[in-house]
């Protein structure tokens, strides 16, 4: 059975560094790209980047790039998202998803979503 | 980026009754659009994909067509269980990008 199953919840300072992860079971986990997709309080969905985890190769939105970073330590079959300094606006619920092989890139399984909340 | 308005952003219906739902892009992306229903405190669930094709496992009530910049998405007889926000979802181009959301509430 496939499974995408995210880390728990944090609570975070401004300023701090988190690192939140990913983790594919029940498939090749490098035949699969990850993505993350951001949901701030009340809000819509937000597409972050995606990583390749044959070959660690990512693409960023330009809204997130150089204030996220992913990667992926395929010895675990994990992906990860990380901030070295947080900011009150990233409280959110972070998703990752594994997008399908088939030509039609759509996310076909999701993790259940990782709540971040920044507050001094 | 490619822009994604999705219409309305928020309705009412009646058991039973025919919901419609639209998404326009900001230029022409084919065929590129996937619609995902997301329930109060799940992740989305992919429910179209490419416009007009019904994932695996979803009711036949959920339908979507269109390409190029004009898309819809239809549930012909609006369940209880449909109460959810609905995403239309772009690939055409990086980043992706999705509409704002439709909150669909039972009446």
């Known amino acids: 059975e496939v499974q995408v199953v995210q880390s728990g919840a944090e609570v975070k300072k401004p300023g701090e560094s988190l690192r939140i992860s990913c983790k594919g079971s029940?498939?090749?986990?490098?035949?699969?790209?990850i993505h993350w997709v951001r949901q701030m309080p009340g809000k819509g969905l937000e597409w972050m980047g995606r990583?390749?985890?044959?070959?660690?190769?990512?693409k960023y939105s330009p809204s997130f790039q150089g204030h996220v970073t992913i990667s992926v330590d395929r010895s675990i079959s994990t992906a990860y998202l990380h901030w070295s300094s947080l900011k009150a606006s990233d409280t959110a619920m972070y998703y990752c998803?594994?997008?399908?092989?088939?030509?039609?890139?759509?996310?076909?399984?999701w993790g259940q979503g990782a709540l971040v909340t920044v507050s001094s | 980026d490619i822009q994604m308005t999705q219409s309305p952003s928020s309705l009412s219906a009646s058991v039973g009754d025919r919901v419609t739902i639209t998404c326009q892009a900001s230029?022409?992306?084919?065929?590129?659009l996937h619609w995902y229903q997301q329930k109060p405190g799940q992740a989305p669930n992919l429910l179209i994909y490419?416009?007009?094709n019904l994932e695996t496992g979803v009711p036949s009530r959920f339908s979507g067509s269109g390409s190029g910049t004009d898309f819809t998405f239809t549930i012909t007889s609006l369940q209880p269980e449909d109460i959810a926000t609905y995403y239309c979802?772009?690939?055409?181009?990086?980043?992706?990008?999705f509409g704002q959301g439709t909150k669909v509430e039972i009446k």
């Open positions: 990583i390749d985890p044959s070959d660690s190769y990512t």
């Open positions: 490419d416009a007009f």
């Open positions: 029940g498939y090749t986990f490098t035949n699969y790209w």
């Open positions: 998803a594994r997008q399908s092989r088939s030509s039609s890139w759509y996310l076909d399984y």
């Open positions: 979802q772009q690939y055409d181009d990086f980043p992706w990008t």
């Open positions: 230029q022409d992306i084919r065929s590129y």
